[in-house]
């Protein structure tokens, strides 16, 4: 009688078999893999490839590399994929379902033609913060331009103003103010200032919806 096994893991591939005869018995486990060193650090993979791609994604941890069944960021941020085609344009996508909803990614694909034998390196970029939703009106009761801008006290944008006046960002602050901009130039502005820390006492949630004047 024959039984075998296969496990893989984002560190490592297991494989058992345990075989039973009249006379005899006889077990054996292997444990395969590779061993990427970065500047990041150390990076263990479940399968060794010739050519391969180092996937970068900060604060992405548990977030789904669609390229290989079972494989996922690590709480570094990384992930090896362990077999890509050299000299042709590759597909890297990632799957956000499991990462933490206070993490969102700035885009999910990305295309690499790495050299033969080479580790190659893709970096997803990443927001950090509350989503926080903005139901705003001008003073004077109208609508804020679609697609105006937003900036926070930084000068950085941070957002933009989407259908039926609702701005939406991605900010790790409470509370901050904020600038709108349109027109040409972007020279015509108002400003908001929203506080969701009330709002954070009473409920951890994955989006915070509040209202605002833009004056």
């Keep these: 009688m024959n039984i075998n096994g296969r496990y893989r893991t984002n560190y490592a591939t297991l494989t058992s078999s345990y075989n039973i005869a009249d006379r005899y018995q006889q077990a ?19 399968e060794q490839g010739q050519t391969m791609v180092l996937v970068y994604a900060p604060d992405a941890a548990g977030a789904k590399v669609n390229n290989v069944a079972g494989l996922s960021i690590n709480k570094a ?3 090896v994929i362990p077999y890509v085609t050299p000299y042709r344009l590759n597909d890297v996508t990632l799957d956000p379902q499991n990462m933490s909803t ?15 034998g080479a580790i190659a390196k893709v970096d997803f970029n990443t927001k950090k913060g509350y989503a926080i939703y903005i139901h ?16 926070n006290q930084d000068q950085q944008v941070v957002g933009m103003v989407a259908q039926g006046s609702m701005i939406y960002l ?24 929203y506080d969701i820390s009330q709002q954070l006492k009473i409920k951890q949630q994955d989006a915070i919806v509040t209202e605002a004047i833009c004056q």
């Design 77 to 79: 941020g990384y992930a």
């Design 136 to 151: 705003t009106r001008t003073k004077d009761g109208g609508h804020l331009p679609f697609a105006a801008q937003v900036t």
């Design 28 to 46: 054996m486990l292997n444990v395969s893999g590779n061993i990427v060193a970065h500047a990041g650090g150390v990076l263990f993979g479940a």
């Design 170 to 193: 991605r900010s790790p602050l409470s509370k901050d103010h904020l600038q709108v901009h349109w027109g040409e130039n972007n020279t015509v502005q108002c400003h908001i200032d």
């Design 102 to 116: 206070r993490v969102e990614l700035e885009e999910s694909s990305q295309r690499i033609a790495p050299f033969a």
